[in-house]
């Protein structure tokens, strides 16, 4: 069906500088598109009606993708499946790794970028909790220059961005963890494949002779944004990882969560699904290190 | 902690229209110059395979035709004889026994005239797919015998109709022959349910199903492989969710069906296989019951695992922990 | 309008386009090319799967803007019925096809993953299909289909 009031223009610049000449130029009247999967379904939905859609992905610039040095740096037209192909990508981040082969299905990950993920600012968006615990950071281009923006100030609230007139992701930085570091991430759907998140956790532990000597959590899906939950990774640190701790830390998240009640389901139990998820995380975690 | 759990359950469900409605279905076979078997019936293959298996009784019927030579005309009630509707579990049963009997008066005319060419009486013909075969083995070519009927002004087109016992309504006590044919299943279900988060994955599925003859095998298998898999989305997470009469899971995102990854690949399947005496064909309808068993299995083996006994649709993660944390 | 101009099954095609079409409605209401159906429109079920560049994609997630320049195979360039891809033979054989509606999308995903990977295990098999639902066959014989497809095809004939 095309029933959009006025005929939307097309557009693929090829630098960054013409990207952002457009946008300024169109103001509210353009989007920027990279995968598109989250803006289609928008535009499908009669919710979005933009008159110039600005495609980002022939952009040589932004198609960077690199691995090295300490860090991962991902440019905003790579996708998925580019990432997950990459061997050293997956060893370096390998429960970011996990949580997008969570997303969508092959179908999806062909084209859905994870700086679309970022920028579509969904408290449920699967890459977020492990991109926050990755200590991200976000690097904007605008008509008035370049900034760094941290994850976590980068996303204000639901949906909400920090990106001014003009302005969008070139790419973002990830911080790989060291050798001593494990992480992991765990996603509860209403199903085992192309589900929406009722509740993810990602978890990365530095552990040296059997204590936790760092701890960094994230939240997902449980409050509008994604949540650091401090408090736990600070009763973690000093501790002997066994039964007890894992225990007494989920029941900790599970207090720290601010879920919503929605479609599908309640806050009452997203609250057990933290618990429950911090647990397996954790568990995971003193496995692969025994 | 992940944790085990086996259920059984049994079903049973009527084959055929219900409660007094009328049942029948009408078939029309011709045999064409070209020795292809044209089949005429409006009544629908929605995917079950009701086309492949109606083909099958005919050829059956005409000794083992060769299936590449049997036609299934695009059902409409303008030019095909009525089938009635698709549903009730009553496709293979009166559709196919129509089929046999309109296949059944086709062959007797083919007899009269083999019987001719074969100098024997029509009930010692027998017909194997392109050959008639008379007494001592004589064999007539198919093709020979059409010509014949044309000669002798024998039409080779056949209609028959099959009427299932008239069923009844109901009555004030609830008492009445409303039904007049069950098909009955039994399944054993294996889970392993996750009491962190209370989700549950299928690990494999025993199937025993009593459908009377089987004539499809495959076809069979396959109508409990959809049925469990949509009892399956029934048991676990298809959920109708409504709010001032409007739906709130109204599209795919919202309203989920098993992925490839919640169904099990694990699947055994039994027939009883007896003949029923209702009927010719010996077969009953079993589209709706392989759906049902499933979803009791699937809540007993989740009680059988963790002791969280589930009594509302869907069994959600959601509704078994909760469950377990209140006990 | 903006101008896409596509190798569509091996024959180039231009067309005229406004921004926000699909592929999917380019496909089916301008090229006529019906074989990709429409599922959800959300890019939940994958029944509109076709590949770009070998890769599949859901077309109705897909501004048809983005396939200019770029190889498109639908269902209509993998087979036909007097002469089907293996992949749409063996899938039929194992009982992987019911109503239908679904297979044109397990056959542009299986294909897909049989260019890049011509002899899969299960796993890999549940992987490339996992973006696509079927509500009639329990998934089962769709795997065995795609397994047995793999087994009996040389290299070069998935492309």
Redo the contacts between chains.
């Keep these: 069906?095309?029933t959009?009031p006025t005929?939307?223009?097309?557009?693929?610049p090829g630098s960054v500088e013409e990207a952002i000449e457009l946008k300024e130029q169109f103001g509210e009247r353009a989007r920027f598109?990279a995968g598109?999967?989250d803006l289609?379904?928008l535009?499908?939905q009669q919710r979005c009606h933009?008159e110039?859609?600005i495609?980002l992905?022939k952009i040589r610039s932004l198609q960077g993708f690199s691995v090295g040095g300490g860090h991962v740096r991902i440019g905003s037209a790579i996708t998925y499946?580019q990432l997950l192909a990459s061997p050293a990508f997956t060893q370096a981040v390998p429960f970011l790794a996990d949580a997008i082969r969570t997303i969508?299905?092959?179908?999806?990950r062909?084209?859905a970028t994870l700086v679309g993920n970022i920028t579509n600012a969904s408290p449920a968006g699967d890459t977020l909790a492990p991109l926050y615990v990755l200590n991200t950071t976000i690097h904007v281009s605008g008509p008035r220059g370049s900034r760094l923006v941290p994850i976590e100030d980068f996303i204000l609230d639901v949906r909400r961005i920090d990106l001014k007139d003009g302005e969008l992701v070139t790419h973002v930085c990830i911080d790989i963890p060291d050798q001593e570091e494990r992480g992991a991430f765990e996603k509860?759907g209403?199903?085992?494949?192309?589900?929406?998140a009722?509740v993810s956790v990602c978890a990365v532990l530095r552990i040296d002779h059997g204590r936790v000597e760092g701890a960094r959590i994230a939240l997902g899906a449980v409050a509008p944004t994604i949540m650091r939950v401090r408090d736990v990774e600070a009763f973690l640190v000093g501790r002997a990882l066994d039964t007890n701790t894992i225990g007494k830390a989920g029941s900790l998240a599970s207090e720290l969560a601010k879920p919503i009640d929605d479609?599908r389901?309640?806050a009452?139990?997203r609250r057990?699904?933290v618990?429950?998820?911090v647990?397996?995380a954790l568990e995971n975690i003193r496995a692969r290190i025994e | 902690m992940k944790k085990r759990g086996m259920g059984f359950a049994s079903a049973w469900q009527g084959s055929n229209y219900h409660f007094g409605a009328v049942d029948s279905a009408t078939v029309r076979i011709e045999l064409a110059e070209d020795l292809r078997l044209r089949i005429g019936v409006a009544a629908s293959d929605i995917g079950q395979g009701s086309t492949e298996t109606i083909c099958k009784i005919v050829s059956e019927a005409f000794g083992g035709y060769p299936l590449d030579c049997i036609e299934f005309l695009d059902p409409d009630t303008g030019v095909t004889p009525d089938g009635g509707a698709t549903g009730a579990s009553r496709f293979t049963e009166v559709v196919g026994s129509a089929a046999l009997r309109a296949a059944g008066l086709l062959i007797e005319t083919l007899r009269i005239a083999g019987s001719e060419i074969a100098n024997c009486p029509p009930e010692e013909i027998v017909i194997r797919g392109h050959s008639l075969f008379g007494r001592g083995g004589v064999e007539v070519g198919l093709a020979d015998v059409v010509r014949a009927c044309r000669q002798m002004g024998l039409s080779l087109s056949r209609t028959a109709s099959h009427q299932p016992p008239m069923t009844e309504p109901l009555d004030d006590l609830g008492q009445g022959y409303a039904v007049n044919q069950y098909a009955y299943a039994t399944y054993i279900a294996e889970v392993e349910v996750d009491t962190n988060t209370g989700e549950v994955q299928v690990l494999r599925v025993s199937t025993f199903v009593d459908a009377g003859r089987i004539i499809n095998q495959k076809g069979a298998e396959m109508q409990v492989d959809g049925g469990m898999a949509m009892g399956l989305g029934y048991a676990l997470m298809e959920d109708l969710v409504q709010e001032n009469g409007m739906v709130k899971t109204d599209t795919l995102a919202t309203y989920l069906i098993p992925s490839v990854y919640d169904m099990p690949l694990e699947i055994t399947y039994s027939f009883v296989g007896k003949p029923v005496p209702s009927n010719e064909l010996g077969a009953k309808g079993m589209a709706e019951l392989v759906v049902v068993p499933i979803i009791p299995a699937i809540l007993n083996a989740i009680y059988d695992a963790v002791g969280a006994r589930i009594t509302e649709l869907p069994a959600t993660p959601e509704r078994i922990l909760l469950s377990l944390e209140d006990a | 309008m903006p101008s896409l101009r596509m190798t569509l099954n091996g024959e180039t095609v231009s067309l005229s386009v406004t921004g926000t079409r699909t592929l999917l409605d380019v496909l089916r209401e301008d090229l006529n090319l019906r074989g990709t159906k429409g599922g959800c429109r959300e890019g939940e079920c994958g029944s509109c799967t076709v590949l770009l560049d070998g890769r599949a994609v859901n077309a109705c997630l897909l501004p048809a803007m983005k396939a200019d320049g770029c190889s498109v195979t639908t269902i209509e360039g993998v087979g036909s019925t007097e002469a089907p891809h293996p992949l749409q033979e063996m899938i039929a054989e194992a009982g992987g096809v019911q109503c239908g509606y679904c297979t044109p999308g397990f056959v542009m995903s299986a294909l897909a993953l049989l260019i890049a990977c011509p002899k899969p295990s299960v796993e890999e098999v549940e992987s490339a299909i996992s973006g696509n639902l079927c509500r009639c066959t329990g998934y089962k014989r769709i795997i065995q289909g795609i397994l047995r497809a793999a087994a009996t095809m040389p290299r070069q004939e998935t492309t």
């Design positions: 069906m095309n959009a005929e939307t223009e097309y557009r693929f598109i598109g999967t289609l379904l535009m499908e933009p110039l859609l495609d992905t499946s969508g299905g092959v179908q999806v062909n084209v509860l209403r199903r085992r494949a192309m589900a929406i009722v479609i389901a309640s009452g139990y057990l699904a618990r429950g998820l647990r397996r």
